[in-house]
């Protein structure tokens, strides 16, 4: 595999509107190789998934303006290889059959161990 190939395969877009905890969750990703693109709310995040691809989507699910699963949900419409992975004091509403949240999406719970999210990240991303 190329280094340009491996530079796409480690690309998070990061949705989370709470500061702290995106900077913690960045810093993480980005203490394990991944290049980590963050945004505080699910619209800009869109935006970006827009301009450019990412290998995964990491969001949170309760966030102003959109919220994660209607996120995750555009993001697999505009790429449907895109893995995506929700994190949320709120399991219940991800795993909500209802709520058509893309079929493959894993779901940590908070509170958790950073070193949880890294390995959870890479098995997904490796998937």
């Known amino acids: 595999?190329?280094?340009?190939?491996?530079?796409?395969?480690?690309?998070?877009?990061?949705?989370?509107?709470?500061a702290d905890m995106r900077r913690f969750l960045t810093k993480?990703?980005?203490?394990?190789?991944?290049d980590v693109v963050s945004y505080d709310n699910?619209?800009?995040?869109?935006?970006?998934?827009?301009?450019?691809p990412f290998s995964m989507l990491l969001t949170d699910i309760v966030m102003p303006e959109m919220d994660g699963i209607e996120l995750a949900r555009r993001a697999t419409e505009l790429?449907?290889?895109?893995?995506?992975?929700?994190i949320t004091g709120f399991a219940a509403v991800a795993l909500n059959p209802d709520s058509n949240t893309p079929k493959d999406a894993k779901v940590?719970?908070?509170?958790?161990?950073?070193?949880?999210?890294?390995?959870?990240?890479e098995k997904l991303i490796a998937a």
Do not use: T
């Open 1 to 18: 595999m190329s280094e340009d190939q491996m530079k796409i395969i480690s690309r998070i877009l990061l949705a989370e509107d709470d």
């Open 79 to 86: 790429d449907p290889d895109l893995k995506v992975m929700f």
């Open 108 to 121: 940590l719970s908070k509170p958790f161990h950073l070193r949880e999210l890294v390995d959870e990240v």
């Open 42 to 52: 699910g619209k800009s995040a869109y935006e970006r998934l827009c301009e450019e």
């Open 28 to 34: 993480a990703l980005e203490n394990a190789g991944y």
